[in-house]
């Protein structure tokens, strides 16, 4: 039996912000349910801004013997087969909805929805090492998540400041090693000292931004201010917000004063989209580095927080996190599962009236 309308699943030539929908995989449900799990970008028809990446989407579909399976196109808002009412499952794993609190407790291992740049190096971190309780001590490396949600903010608080020339510790928007935003404290020489030498080195705050893979070449001189005298004291809180679709914020703040941020940077998500990266999708972590130097560059950080603020599921259609439903943990899913605004129509009623059977 041949097919009359191909391909089965795509929202290309539409307005519709899902885009570049594909490599689908179909699977039936314990229920006897078929879905689709696909990818697709969060950009909508103009394909500029997709700093996640291909992200995994979820929609179910009407499969007949001896016909072709009947594909819901993929939507932010869908209407679709139950799902399981309770998030009580096996795993240990965290829900996207759930927000990242991660103290790094004695005894604690690295939580299942952090990754790493590249295989992992498990000398590069510790937690809780001697002496430093409740930290995450970093050497040369990277220990990050992907993000889950479009707006977001993600804050580390380092607790130790680097001491040699030009080591590094900080907070990224990762997708590569070209495409990058990075806020970090380094080691520089004091600009206003005179003949400066190693003992007149500073710890400095330096926003850092390079898109040289991107689609669009994007490469901002670095800005460094120095760290407060009043804060070399005590813990350092750096932050990344995405507070809107476009773009990503970094603030710093004291540990004593958290609510007292200090805006240092902004740059465009189209920097971590698309280039040499189209389909991993960003990642908000830590780094520590020593920019080519000899120094140790042993970061210690005291806490993790990653909270929701919202998802976008259509062209400017945004839900808050604290509407969204306990309906979007299945597979780590990005957005609600419900069918609504469908162009085909027939398929439309016919999957309504599968479902509704």
């Known amino acids: 039996m041949s097919l009359t309308r191909k391909p089965i699943l795509a929202n290309r030539n539409t307005s ?5 929908v594909g490599h689908a995989d179909l699977f039936e449900d314990a229920s006897g349910q ?3 799990a696909a990818l697709a970008w ?9 700093p996640m990446g291909r992200e995994t989407v979820l929609t179910p579909v009407v499969w007949e013997r001896e016909k072709w399976p009947i594909v819901a196109p993929v939507r ?6 139950y799902l399981p009412p309770s998030k009580d499952m096996p795993g240990d794993g965290a829900f996207l909805d759930d927000p990242d609190i991660v103290d790094f407790e004695p005894n604690t291992t690295i939580p299942h929805n952090f990754g790493f740049w590249r295989w992992p190096d498990t000398t590069a971190y510790a937690i809780s090492p001697r002496g430093y309780p409740g930290t995450l001590r970093l050497t040369p490396s990277r220990a990050s998540i992907t993000a889950g949600w479009k707006n977001f903010t993600a804050a580390s608080t380092y607790r130790t400041p680097p001491t040699s020339i030009n080591e590094e510790v900080g907070v990224t928007a990762f997708l590569n090693q070209v495409q990058n935003i990075n806020l970090g404290i380094i080691m520089l020489p004091d600009d206003n000292e005179m003949n400066s030498t190693i003992s007149t080195l500073k710890p400095h705050f330096r926003f850092l931004v390079s898109g040289l893979g991107g689609d669009k070449k994007y490469f901002s001189k670095p800005s460094t201010t120095l760290v407060p005298q009043s804060w070399l004291q005590q813990a350092i809180r750096l932050t990344i917000r995405a507070e809107n679709a476009t773009h990503y914020t970094f603030y ?3 540990a004593s004063k958290p609510r007292e941020m200090h805006r240092l940077g902004q740059a465009p998500a189209t920097v971590v989209t698309g280039g040499m990266g189209p389909f991993t999708g960003c990642q908000i972590g830590v780094y ?10 042993e970061a210690y950080i005291s806490r993790w927080r990653y909270y929701n603020i919202a998802q976008e599921i259509g062209n400017g259609i945004l839900v808050v996190s604290d509407a969204i439903t306990s309906s979007i943990y299945l597979l780590s ?11 085909n129509k027939r398929d ?4 309504e009236q599968r479902v509704n059977k």
Do not use: M
Request: proline share 2%; glycine share 14%.
């Open 34 to 36: 078929w879905w689709a």
């Open 288 to 297: 520590s580095t020593t920019n080519g130097g000899t120094g140790s560059a």
């Open 348 to 351: 439309c009623l016919n999957i």
């Open 16 to 20: 519709e912000y899902f885009q570049n």
């Open 252 to 254: 710093a703040a004291s």
């Open 42 to 50: 969060r950009s909508g028809p103009e394909g500029k801004s997709y």
């Open 333 to 343: 899913l990005r957005y609600i599962l419900q069918l609504d605004n469908v162009d």
């Open 76 to 81: 932010g808002v869908q209407r679709g087969w």
